[in-house]
């Protein structure tokens, strides 16, 4: 530069060294858009316990594929929507399997949790040996934390109040109204069947009161049956007929069947006469 009264010019032959100004080319110039750092979930412990599916996880998993292929031109909204509308008509026992592997899956999870603190606990316990008295209780403190079921984390992980979550729970509400849905039923069912069991025990208690009566008056015949065996062997146990010499309570059976025989056969007036005066004279027992 060089000096004039009135300030600083610009020395000649210096304004080629000028850096050209972006809107002297009538070229704009952009800043550089700096990348957004994406945030990272914490890494898991690589030997920590597989998270377990839910029922209705694995119905997907098992039918996304299958879905999608029948249905290319749907995105994944679309094919959650339909997938969810599939397991919400699914019959109950062909929705069975996924449930029943689905708690099985909690239970190995909820067990290998426990293990697998038990397991930290027992390496820490080791290591803090040598360490102060405040990270002993600290450390003593997370060895007792017990992994409850509620506290297993969800098997789906999705940004709250994005439209995959609102979809997501649209799903659950699906599943909520088909489970109350299916409580109802349920307890109307059983309802009815109470009221059979009821039924069942009122007639129950009928047959056995009905049984009850019959016993007592197959007692009272019984008794009764044998006071006329015993009443008919003495008036006859001195009237001899064929086969017999006269009649027993043993044998009381078979002599009256013979006996009826001679009285209906012709002839031997004497003898029948004999018969009846014999039952005239019996004093047979009443009711």
């Not at 056995?208 to 003495?234: F, M």
Request: aromatic fraction near 6%; hydrophobic fraction near 30%.
């Amino acid at each position: 530069y060089t000096m004039k009264t009135d300030g600083l010019v610009p020395a000649p032959g210096n304004s080629d060294d000028k850096a050209p100004d972006s809107s002297e080319n009538g070229i704009k110039k952009t800043k550089p858009v700096k990348a957004k750092k994406r945030k990272l979930k914490g890494l898991r412990d690589a030997g920590a316990p597989k998270q377990p599916l839910t029922g209705y996880i694995r119905f997907m998993n098992d039918r996304r594929e299958a879905l999608k292929a029948e249905n290319t031109s749907l995105g994944f909204v679309e094919l959650t929507r339909l997938l969810a509308e599939e397991w919400g008509s699914l019959d109950p026992v062909k929705k069975k399997p996924y449930l029943d592997a689905a708690e099985q899956d909690r239970e190995r999870y909820i067990r290998e949790v426990d293990e697998y603190h038990k397991k930290n606990a027992a390496k820490a316990s080791a290591n803090n040996v040598q360490n102060t008295a405040k990270e002993t209780s600290q450390q003593t403190t997370k060895q007792q934390k017990v992994i409850k079921p509620e506290d297993v984390p969800s098997e789906l992980d999705i940004p709250i109040f994005t439209e995959e979550f609102l979809e997501h729970n649209k799903i659950r509400e699906t599943e909520l109204r088909q489970l109350r849905k299916s409580n109802t039923d349920y307890e109307q069912q059983n309802a009815i069947l109470q009221k059979h069991i009821e039924n069942m025990r009122l007639t129950i208690n009928k047959l056995e009161t009905e049984a009850e009566n019959h016993k007592s008056s197959n007692i009272i015949l019984d008794s009764h049956l044998d006071k006329l065996k015993s009443v008919l062997a003495e008036g006859f146990k001195d009237f001899a007929i064929t086969d017999f010499e006269g009649a027993t309570t043993d044998n009381i059976d078979d002599y009256m069947l013979q006996l009826q025989n001679v009285l209906q056969s012709s002839g031997q007036n004497a003898l029948k006469n004999k018969a009846r005066d014999i039952i005239k004279a019996l004093e047979l027992p009443t009711s």
